[in-house]
């Protein structure tokens, strides 16, 4: 069922998935845990019902892709006595259809699957989401960002962002914040979904504890790092708090991945790809950095330098310092020493005219 809630900042985006649908079979909508890929692929769905056939089959519970023809014909409750790859082949000799496939990035394998499917059925189209892409030929890759930020304090800027407005929406709807924004809470709410990443589950997190907390609370919170402030008693699982979207994430890196994103989360700010090299101890992170941008935990910033230069969700920085325990202040000593490495190449170009 479509949300009741309203649909933030995605227009354009909703635009662009849906024209991607008419010129490619296949569409993953990648970005990281709570970015909104489940609501926007909702969204894609009901869109496109009235020119084709949809179906949207949650797949979050699939481990092992291999079963994906297993998965659908249960969901939609196809039967065949030859078994399930052929009741989905036959289902999907019906006619021209756009099977929306939510949730992948834990289904080992699935790209194989997914590519099978398309080559039985000619006239199907996939949209996929999944923290990182399927990495099949011909894949078009579609990644969701967060919302768009206040572009300054005032009322006026929060109420038309779509982070604002998302906020707004939630708060207003539990009764808190009633009538026009004061100076003082847009000032508090921008800030808030500033370091919320302007994330949708965060902000939804954040939102509902207005019942009790103002804004400015939350934000004190946040300040000592305090992320219970953003979970719930309700919900899925994945989805009750900040810190298990995160667990999930981190579940399903291996090792040496996980040892660059912690190497990446000491490094305030941006940072390049020798330093997080020398914070993790690695020669070589160029493959896990890769790995990790893929599943939107490192960003690649905006600005193109003849360097790559890299950052990490505020959100998700602070979830993974959370998790280091003793082995932070290693990892900091590691840092410093890389910033000074970095600081004596600096030092002969500083001392030239
Ligand atoms: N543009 C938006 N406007 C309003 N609410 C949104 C928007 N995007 C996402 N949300 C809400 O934020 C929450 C997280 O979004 P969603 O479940 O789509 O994230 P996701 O990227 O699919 O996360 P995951 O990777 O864990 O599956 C949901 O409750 C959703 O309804
Ligand atoms: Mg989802």
Do not use: Y
């Amino acid at each position: 069922m479509e949300s009741l809630e309203q649909l933030h900042g995605r227009d354009a985006l909703l635009e662009e998935l849906v024209g991607a649908l008419e010129r490619h079979r296949l569409v993953t909508l990648t970005g990281p845990g709570g970015t909104g890929k489940t609501r926007l692929a909702e969204a894609a769905v009901a869109r496109v019902r009235d020119r084709r056939e949809a179906f949207f089959v949650d797949c979050s519970t699939l481990t092992d892709g291999s079963r994906l023809a297993a998965a659908l014909s249960a969901e939609l409750q196809l039967t065949d006595e030859r078994g399930p790859e052929a009741a989905v082949e036959a289902w999907l000799d019906g006619g021209p259809r756009l099977l929306a496939l939510d949730n992948l990035e834990q289904a080992r394998g699935i790209g194989s699957s997914v590519e099978r499917l398309l080559g039985a059925a000619p006239e199907l189209r996939v949209l996929a989401t999944s923290r990182a892409p399927l990495g099949v030929r011909g894949e078009h890759e579609l990644p969701v960002p967060p919302l768009g930020l206040p572009r300054d304090a005032t009322p006026e800027a929060v109420e038309a962002s779509p982070c604002g407005a998302m906020f707004l929406e939630r708060a207003r709807g539990i009764g808190r914040l009633r009538g026009p924004l004061s100076g003082e809470q847009a000032a508090d709410i921008a800030t808030l979904c500033r370091r919320l990443d302007g994330l949708p589950l965060a902000i939804e997190l954040a939102s509902a504890r207005t019942r009790v907390l103002s804004p400015a609370a939350l934000l004190r919170r946040l300040d000592e790092h305090d992320m219970s402030v953003l979970s719930r008693t309700d919900g899925s699982d994945r989805h009750r708090s900040l810190e298990a979207i995160l667990a999930w994430s981190l579940d399903l890196l291996n090792e040496s991945e996980r040892r660059v994103l912690e190497a990446a989360a000491v490094c305030a700010g941006t940072f390049g790809l020798d330093l997080v090299a020398t914070t993790s101890g690695a020669r070589d992170v160029l493959p896990e950095v890769e790995a990790l941008v893929s599943s939107g935990l490192i960003l690649v910033d905006e600005e193109l330098e003849a360097e790559p230069r890299f950052r990490l969700l505020e959100t998700i920085r602070l979830g993974v310092l959370g998790q280091l325990g003793n082995r932070e202040h290693a990892l900091r000593k590691a840092h410093a020493a890389g910033v000074a490495a970095i600081l004596d190449t600096w030092e002969p170009r500083i001392d030239s005219p």
